[in-house]
Antibody, heavy 124, light 111 residues
Framework: QVQLVQSGAEVKKPGASVKVSCKAS????????MHWVRQAPGQGLEWMGW????????NYAQKFQGRVTMTRDTSISTAYMELSRLRSDDTAVYYC?????????????????WGQGTLVTVSS | QSVLTQPPSVSGAPGQRVTISCTGS?????????VHWYQQLPGTAPKLLIY???NRPSGVPDRFSGSKSGTSASLAITGLQAEDEADYYC???????????FGGGTQLTVL
């Protein structure tokens, strides 16, 4: 079955960077865009961007441009999201989520399935 | 302040029908972009409920249905069950932001 397994919780200091991984299994990794979505404690969902695992192309939400980098390693079917210059309001659960459309991924599409989430805590 | 507006909470008794609205504008839902819905049970990741305005993925009960009209969309849940108690989110694309956007979420309480 299709599964996304994320790396474990992280605690970082303000100004540092964090890199979260998302290992895919059960499908052709390069056939579906991977999105990243975050959720601050008690808050709603916020889309951060996507990566095309086939080409490595990316599209980031305006809010995160300049601070986020999405990469992938096709040899191990894993996507990564790195967020730099962390602030306390970056404390959130970060999810990876597969695009719903094979080959024709985009920010217009739905996300299914989702990873289990990775809690990133930013605190001095 | 989310681009898509949802009521913070709704409630209903077991067996009843409830609807959750998702109100947008001319740069998202009103521009014709599709709306998708997710269910998030406490402490878990979101799960796709409805895609492309009204389509149910396999495994989602037909008690859940979606619709869209003008600048709004709705999620309807009939035959409410205790297990439906969760947060529900709508999602669409916004051309002003050039990205995907979510509603603020609606907490459903089964009385």
């Amino acid at each position: 079955q299709v599964q996304l397994v994320q790396s474990g919780a992280e605690v970082k200091k303000p100004g540092a960077s964090v890199k979260v991984s998302c290992k895919a299994s059960g499908y052709t990794f390069t056939g579906y865009y991977m999105h990243w979505v975050r959720q601050a404690p008690g808050q709603g969902l916020e889309w951060m961007g996507w990566i095309n695992p086939n080409s490595g192309g990316t599209n980031y939400a305006q809010k995160f441009q300049g601070r986020v980098t999405m990469t992938r390693d096709t040899s191990i079917s894993t996507a990564y999201m790195e967020l730099s210059r962390l602030r306390s309001d970056d404390t959130a659960v970060y999810y990876c989520a597969r695009d719903g459309q094979y080959y024709y991924g985009s920010e217009y599409n739905w996300f299914d399935p989702w990873g289990q989430g990775t809690l990133v805590t930013v605190s001095s | 302040q989310s681009v898509l507006t949802q009521p913070p909470s709704v409630s209903g008794a077991p067996g009843q029908r409830v609807t959750i609205s998702c109100t947008g504008s001319s740069s998202n839902i009103g521009a014709g972009y599709d709306v998708h819905w997710y269910q998030q049970l406490p402490g878990t990741a979101p799960k796709l409920l409805i895609y492309g305005n009204s389509n149910r993925p396999s495994g989602v009960p037909d008690r859940f249905s979606g619709s869209k009209s003008g600048t709004s969309a709705s999620l309807a849940i009939t035959g409410l069950q205790a297990e439906d108690e969760a947060d529900y989110y709508c999602q669409s694309y916004d051309s002003s932001l050039s990205g995907s956007v979510f509603g603020g979420g609606t907490q459903l309480t089964v009385l």
